[in-house]
């Protein structure tokens, strides 16, 4: 069971550690390495950007275990871009994941009234993608060798889930 809470300092710290860690900075499309100024920088940007909204994922003992957020918000169209990361190999693969997209999608349904979210990822991410298929998203369309990392490109896949999904889905239920 994981929490969304507002992202705090605390939080965002770990954050650094772990966008400089290799494996995360592939999985998220990330190559440069984010100093201490910088993080500072874009965390005092952030928390005056009213289209983007982040998260701290935390475990039932209030551990941070990932950051989730909806950047990009345009009520004028109801629309949102989803982000998230999760820490490191041990958080992977316990559904986590598609439980901090369930909430998330909730607030963005529920309590922003959007009507779309969108994300991509890169075709490479197989966790991910499996996760957001778990969660209901619908490929949209892939673009090709759109990313490049290691020394090759690789195509990035383009997802969204509608408001009538979720209608749907609860009707099943």
């Excluded at 770990?14 to 500072?40: M, T």
């Excluded at 009234?113 to 993608?129: E, F, H, I, Q, S």
């Excluded at 990392?149 to 997802?159: A, E, F, L, N, P």
């Amino acid at each position: 069971m994981i929490q969304l809470a507002p992202l705090e300092w605390e939080h965002w710290k770990r954050y650094r550690q772990w966008v400089n860690d290799g494996e995360i900075a592939r999985l998220v499309d990330r190559y440069l390495p984010v100093s201490e100024w910088e993080h500072q920088d874009f965390y005092r940007a952030l928390i005056k950007d009213k289209t983007r909204i982040f998260f701290s994922i935390l475990t039932g003992r209030r551990q941070s275990i990932g950051i989730c957020a909806l950047k990009h918000i345009d009520s004028k169209n109801r629309k949102a871009e989803l982000y998230i990361c999760l820490y490191g190999r041990a958080v992977r693969g316990k559904g986590f994941g598609k439980e901090a997209v369930g909430q998330l999608l909730d607030y963005a349904f529920n309590t922003l009234n959007l009507n779309r979210v969108y994300l991509y990822t890169p075709a490479y991410n197989a966790a991910a993608l499996s996760c957001y298929r778990r969660a209901g998203f619908v490929e949209e369309g892939r673009f090709k060798e759109d990313i490049y990392s290691g020394g090759r490109y690789y195509d990035s896949i383009h997802m969204a889930f509608l408001r009538r999904f979720r209608r749907a889905s609860r009707r099943r239920k």
